[in-house]
């Protein structure tokens, strides 16, 4: 609303002139840079468009939302061990000001609610998500006759109003330009005990088809080889990747730009799951409500936004040999493995004055890249509803499944088989088709409420009629299929049953005693969990002694058990890395069996000898006691009493190797 009447008041294109005027350089008298100061600073409060990484850390400053940090803390394994502290007990972003370079560290920025919503400048994120689905609401609309077609002209014209805007001068990314580039000036992280190295963690990734002219900006990760060298970990399935074929085909070196900094939204858009071919600054300027100027780069033809802190150039020659890339601590929480990648060679870094690294870690969850993921829910509810599943009203992806491994679904059933059709069209739909376990409810539930969940689960569900398992795409980072990037995935159908469906069914509790009766031949070599209310049992094995196979030829007499076996090591109290270490280690269909009513479920790592599994499997990701040490000391010094305890102190029992992976 605030925008709206300070529209009618200062019509836009006064201010954007004004703003042009004064962001070039250019003269005006005394009395009118006055006024144009002042539209200028009311257009960017009422816009919340950030004029690079700096604004942005002194708003979160201002909110007290920021700590500064000036004792040193080396970038190789420190900085992210405070980070990884300070996201896991809801602490501010820290600036890391002395990091042995001449640019400060921004971490752990969007690692809450408040500060992910000012990074895509909104309040809240229900604002976003409310203004997109009105926007495709428009354009969903019949547009029959001309009265119609009419009343969509606003809303193009609004998206017309965000669209990037290329510039003919330089931008501030490019007041500084190191044309003998060396990435040692910059404070890139080495972040876990085994990585491969030091790699660039946030970087927004430009690139261009050779043939469609089509433009993107994605994310992925960049080792530093050496000094004008990184590999460029792009998947198999994203688009910097398909254009990087194109480019091979026509025989010519790939033009890639790196952005890091600007406006935070930015690197947001990097992420979000926009269909192939849409600019990626198109969401970010409606996001910030201002489109984003963007120039030409010193050493190839790329534009990128003019108002980025650091922006590195450079090629992709796809005649090249790859390079060995990795192993790097992952979002799944454990180490992806070390493959072969293309080459990035750097022609030329620019930077603006005052520059800020951005940085972000990922591991063992929750970590900042959780609070993405919550904005993303937000987002981009509306355009799946409105363009592929209408009965969806709410969508969730919990942390513990890190992105892919797990999807709870709840819509709003009206015939028979519709949870099947959800599940079976989500798992060919975009980045869905990633989806390890997708589960449809119908009931009025809150599906961030895993117990409310569960229980609709084991009342609405028949085990042998409303159990989709099929095989497809997965993650490349998936470590539990044995086929690289394929695997098992499983559909629950828990919705409420129509009389011409199966029917669901109560399943029988247990008696404490039939559980000790069944369990007794193992009960010295095995740990129980039993969950309260309903028919799920933990197991944790120790394979030296006891291997699943013996789980599976006890004597059952009891009737729609559930029973996860997962490593011994795994804590049984601890729900949330249960959860993650059971979606993290399993491929439904090798690792999940139906005996008559009752499920069994091999969630245990696979790395034992005896498992004969055909990959490496991957180590979890947690510091090393050097690093722990030199942190709970350096926390001690700064008196930042919340930092003092360090996560990987109790999750390093799960480790199973001395390196990223057990041979």
Same mark, same amino acid.
């Given at each position: 609303?605030?925008?709206?009447?300070?529209?009618?008041?200062?019509?836009?294109?006064?201010?954007?002139?004004?703003?042009?005027?004064?962001?070039?350089?250019?003269?005006?008298?005394?009395?009118?840079?006055?006024?144009?100061?002042?539209?200028?600073?009311?257009?960017?409060?009422?816009?919340?468009?950030?004029?690079?990484?700096?604004?942005?850390?002194?708003?979160?400053?201002?909110?007290?939302?920021?700590?500064?940090?000036?004792?040193?803390?080396?970038?190789?394994?420190?900085?992210?061990?405070?980070?990884?502290?300070?996201?896991?007990?809801?602490?501010?972003?820290?600036?890391?000001?002395?990091?042995?370079?001449?640019?400060?560290?921004?971490?752990?920025?969007?690692?809450?609610?408040?500060?992910?919503?000012?990074?895509?400048?909104?309040?809240?994120?229900?604002?976003?998500?409310?203004?997109?689905?009105?926007?495709?609401?428009?354009?969903?609309?019949?547009?029959?006759?001309?009265?119609?077609?009419?009343?969509?002209?606003?809303?193009?014209?609004?998206?017309?109003?965000?669209?990037?805007?290329?510039?003919?001068?330089?931008?501030?990314?490019?007041?500084?330009?190191?044309?003998?580039?060396?990435?040692?000036?910059?404070?890139?992280?080495?972040?876990?005990?085994?990585?491969?190295?030091?790699?660039?963690?946030?970087?927004?990734?430009?690139?261009?088809?050779?043939?469609?002219?089509?433009?993107?900006?994605?994310?992925?990760?960049?080792?530093?080889?050496?000094?004008?060298?990184?590999?460029?970990?792009?998947?198999?399935?994203?688009?910097?990747?398909?254009?990087?074929?194109?480019?091979?085909?026509?025989?010519?070196?790939?033009?890639?730009?790196?952005?890091?900094?600007?406006?935070?939204?930015?690197?947001?858009?990097?992420?979000?799951?926009?269909?192939?071919?849409?600019?990626?600054?198109?969401?970010?300027?409606?996001?910030?409500?201002?489109?984003?100027?963007?120039?030409?780069?010193?050493?190839?033809?790329?534009?990128?936004?003019?108002?980025?802190?650091?922006?590195?150039?450079?090629?992709?020659?796809?005649?090249?040999?790859?390079?060995?890339?990795?192993?790097?601590?992952?979002?799944?929480?454990?180490?992806?493995?070390?493959?072969?990648?293309?080459?990035?060679?750097?022609?030329?870094?620019?930077?603006?004055?005052?520059?800020?690294?951005?940085?972000?870690?990922?591991?063992?969850?929750?970590?900042?890249?959780?609070?993405?993921?919550?904005?993303?829910?937000?987002?981009?509810?509306?355009?799946?509803?409105?363009?592929?599943?209408?009965?969806?009203?709410?969508?969730?992806?919990?942390?513990?499944?890190?992105?892919? $491994?797990?999807?709870?679904?709840?819509?709003?059933?009206?015939?028979?088989?519709?949870?099947?059709?959800?599940?079976? /069209?989500?798992?060919?739909?975009?980045?869905?088709?990633?989806?390890?376990?997708?589960?449809?409810?119908?009931?009025?539930?809150?599906?961030?409420?895993?117990?409310?969940?569960?229980?609709?689960?084991?009342?609405?569900?028949?085990?042998?009629? !409303?159990?989709?398992?099929?095989?497809?795409?997965?993650?490349?980072?998936?470590?539990?299929?044995?086929?690289?990037?394929?695997?098992?995935?499983?559909?629950?159908?828990?919705?409420?049953?129509?009389?011409?469906?199966?029917?669901?069914?109560?399943?029988?509790?247990?008696?404490?005693?039939?559980?000790?009766?069944?369990?007794?031949?193992?009960?010295?070599?095995?740990?129980?969990?039993?969950?309260?209310?309903?028919?799920?049992?933990?197991?944790?094995?120790?394979?030296?002694?006891?291997?699943?196979?013996?789980?599976?030829?006890?004597?059952? !007499?009891? /009737?729609?058990?559930?029973?996860?076996?997962? !490593?011994?090591?795994?804590?049984?109290?601890?729900?949330?890395?249960?959860?993650?270490?059971?979606?993290?280690?399993?491929?439904?269909?090798?690792?999940?069996?139906?005996?008559?009513?009752?499920?069994?479920? !091999?969630?245990?790592?696979?790395?034992?000898?005896?498992? $004969?599994?055909?990959?490496?499997?991957? $180590?979890?990701?947690?510091?090393?006691?050097?690093?722990?040490?030199?942190?709970?000391?350096?926390?001690?010094?700064?008196?930042?009493?919340?930092?003092?305890?360090?996560?990987?102190?109790?999750?390093?029992?799960?480790?199973?190797?001395?390196?990223? /992976?057990?041979?």
């Amino acid at each position: 609303m605030k925008w709206e009447l300070f529209k009618r008041v200062v019509p836009i294109f006064v201010l954007q002139t004004l703003i042009t005027q004064i962001e070039a350089g250019y003269a005006v008298n005394p009395p009118i840079a006055t006024i144009s100061y002042l539209f200028v600073y009311l257009y960017k409060l009422l816009t919340m468009a950030y004029n690079g990484l700096r604004d942005f850390k002194n708003a979160l400053e201002n909110n007290k939302d920021l700590k500064e940090i000036n004792e040193f803390v080396d970038p190789v394994l420190e900085i992210a061990e405070m980070a990884d502290r300070a996201v896991k007990a809801g602490y501010k972003a820290l600036y890391f000001k002395n990091n042995g370079t001449g640019f400060p560290v921004l971490i752990n920025m969007f690692a809450s609610d408040r500060r992910m919503s000012m990074a895509i400048g909104r309040e809240n994120l229900d604002d976003a998500g409310e203004d997109i689905e009105e926007l495709f609401k428009q354009f969903s609309t019949p547009a029959g006759n001309l009265a119609s077609k009419l009343k969509l002209l606003p809303g193009l014209a609004k998206v017309a109003s965000f669209m990037p805007k290329k510039i003919s001068r330089k931008g501030r990314c490019q007041q500084n330009i190191v044309r003998e580039p060396d990435l040692g000036i910059l404070p890139v992280l080495k972040c876990w005990p085994h990585d491969g190295g030091r790699f660039i963690t946030l970087p927004v990734v430009h690139t261009k088809h050779p043939v469609t002219g089509e433009v993107n900006a994605g994310m992925y990760r960049m080792q530093i080889l050496d000094k004008d060298t990184t590999a460029m970990h792009w998947h198999r399935h994203k688009t910097g990747a398909v254009h990087y074929g194109a480019w091979k085909e026509q025989g010519k070196k790939m033009p890639v730009s790196v952005v890091l900094g600007g406006d935070p939204v930015y690197t947001y858009a990097a992420t979000a799951p926009l269909p192939e071919g849409i600019d990626e600054y198109i969401l970010a300027g409606f996001l910030r409500k201002q489109k984003v100027k963007m120039v030409k780069c010193i050493t190839n033809d790329l534009y990128v936004p003019e108002d980025a802190d650091i922006v590195i150039e450079g090629y992709v020659d796809p005649s090249e040999k790859p390079v060995w890339e990795g192993p790097f601590g992952d979002h799944t929480g454990f180490y992806s493995l070390a493959d072969w990648f293309p080459a990035f060679h750097v022609t030329c870094i620019t930077h603006r004055n005052n520059a800020v690294y951005p940085a972000t870690i990922v591991g063992i969850p929750p970590m900042e890249d959780a609070w993405i993921g919550k904005a993303t829910e937000k987002l981009f509810l509306a355009p799946i509803k409105l363009s592929l599943q209408p009965e969806i009203t709410d969508l969730h992806l919990p942390v513990q499944g890190v992105a892919h $491994n797990l999807v709870l679904v709840k819509i709003k059933k009206t015939y028979p088989g519709q949870g099947m059709k959800v599940i079976s /069209s989500l798992l060919g739909a975009g980045q869905m088709m990633f989806s390890k376990f997708i589960v449809v409810v119908s009931e009025d539930i809150d599906i961030r409420d895993y117990n409310a969940v569960a229980e609709k689960i084991f009342r609405n569900t028949d085990i042998n009629k !409303d159990i989709l398992f099929t095989r497809g795409p997965l993650d490349i980072l998936d470590h539990s299929s044995d086929t690289y990037s394929f695997g098992g995935k499983m559909g629950i159908d828990a919705t409420l049953k129509f009389t011409e469906e199966s029917g669901g069914r109560k399943h029988d509790r247990f008696r404490s005693e039939s559980l000790l009766k069944v369990f007794k031949p193992l009960k010295d070599r095995i740990s129980l969990k039993k969950s309260k209310g309903m028919p799920v049992v933990f197991a944790g094995i120790s394979k030296d002694s006891t291997r699943f196979s013996h789980l599976l030829d006890l004597d059952y !007499d009891v /009737s729609g058990l559930v029973l996860i076996a997962v !490593d011994h090591s795994v804590d049984l109290g601890n729900d949330y890395i249960l959860l993650w270490q059971v979606l993290s280690n399993i491929d439904p269909s090798r690792d999940i069996s139906i005996r008559g009513t009752n499920i069994f479920i !091999d969630a245990t790592s696979k790395s034992h000898p005896s498992d $004969n599994f055909s990959r490496e499997w991957p $180590n979890v990701v947690v510091s090393d006691d050097k690093t722990i040490e030199k942190i709970n000391m350096l926390s001690g010094n700064t008196g930042i009493t919340e930092l003092k305890q360090s996560p990987s102190e109790k999750l390093k029992e799960l480790s199973i190797s001395e390196g990223a /992976s057990v041979k």
